[in-house]
């Protein structure tokens, strides 16, 4: 949800990927396969082999933000006000959806769905809601960022009629954006460190004017790739998890790096300055609550089978 644009519209991948065809129906069919408590052992070991062929797709087409922004738009719809599952939304899966998958800010997940659908065809017990964030989970992880402390089992929904309603994620420039901030993540549960620390994740990846409306379209930067060339970039190296993004906005200092409202308002807000101070001087404090906090987010509106959640490690 990263925050907030990872959590809306402008972030791609490093690949181009062709238009689907067929993959809404297929995808609805999957998704009814839920895990039981007595097949824990098997299905620890299919999220293993779905895990290590997230990580080859990650080496082949350098999708990293896309599958990062797949996690965190199917977690980031849930409400903490609603008790009813699914109606809570968070991470259920329901993001495979075309109707959610329509959203606006959702443009351009479509792609994200398209790679990684031959590794659910091939591991058929692991479910969306598991997939999505074990994705976005190994995303952070293979491009240099922190262990995410993930647990799996997380159970789908299973028509496209328990999808959320539009607008529960963020938007980039809102007229007062840490008010705007703090009314999205506080609905999940969420607070101003953990707001701050979720948005270094862009550190990843880029925006496209022609999602979003934001953003160049090129820069030094994004001009020759990886993947289909374009956008502009919070950072430089927009493959690499580290803090630059919280330098590079305390700095201010290359026009050829993107600061949205949302961004800026991090050195702004008396609250979510001293985080953003901190993690701009101390990398390792930066990792160590991000890891908290993503895996905090990935769990939301969750429902586990078995109700303790599966664990990798």
Request: aromatic letters at 8%.
């Amino acid at each position: 949800m990263a925050v907030h644009h990872l959590l809306r519209r402008g972030v791609s991948s490093g690949s181009q990927i062709h238009p689907l065809r067929g993959l809404f129906h297929a995808s609805q069919e999957l998704g009814r396969h839920q895990l039981s408590s007595a097949a824990a052992g098997d299905a620890a070991a299919e999220l293993r082999g779905a895990r290590e062929d997230v990580r080859q797709l990650l080496k082949a087409t350098s999708c990293h933000p896309i599958l990062v922004r797949l996690g965190w738009h199917d977690a980031g719809t849930y409400d903490k006000n609603i008790t009813e599952w699914p109606k809570c939304g968070g991470a259920n899966g329901s993001l495979r959806f075309e109707v959610e998958l329509k959203h606006g800010a959702n443009a351009g997940l479509v792609n994200a769905l398209k790679l990684i659908q031959p590794i659910k065809d091939k591991f058929s017990g692991v479910t969306y809601a598991d997939l999505f964030q074990l994705a976005s989970a190994t995303a952070i992880e293979e491009a240099g960022g922190p262990k995410i402390p993930m647990i799996y089992g997380r159970v789908d929904v299973i028509a496209p009629e328990q999808c959320p309603p539009e607008g529960r994620l963020p938007a980039a420039g809102p007229p007062s954006p840490a008010e705007h901030l703090r009314e999205v993540f506080y609905r999940m549960g969420l607070n101003d460190k953990e707001i701050v620390a979720l948005s270094g994740a862009h550190t990843l990846g880029r925006a496209r004017p022609e999602r979003s409306g934001w953003g160049k379209p090129e820069t030094k930067y994004t001009k020759d790739g990886p993947g289909a060339p374009g956008g502009q970039s919070w950072t430089s190296q927009w493959l690499k998890f580290d803090n630059s993004y919280f330098k590079a906005i305390k700095e201010r200092r290359d026009e050829d790096l993107l600061v949205l409202p949302t961004d800026a308002v991090l050195f702004e807000d008396s609250s979510f300055k001293i985080y953003a101070e901190k993690y701009a001087k101390d990398q390792d404090a930066f990792f160590e609550d991000y890891a908290e906090a993503h895996a905090k987010l990935s769990n939301l509106g969750a429902k586990f089978d078995p109700p303790k959640g599966i664990s990798l490690e």
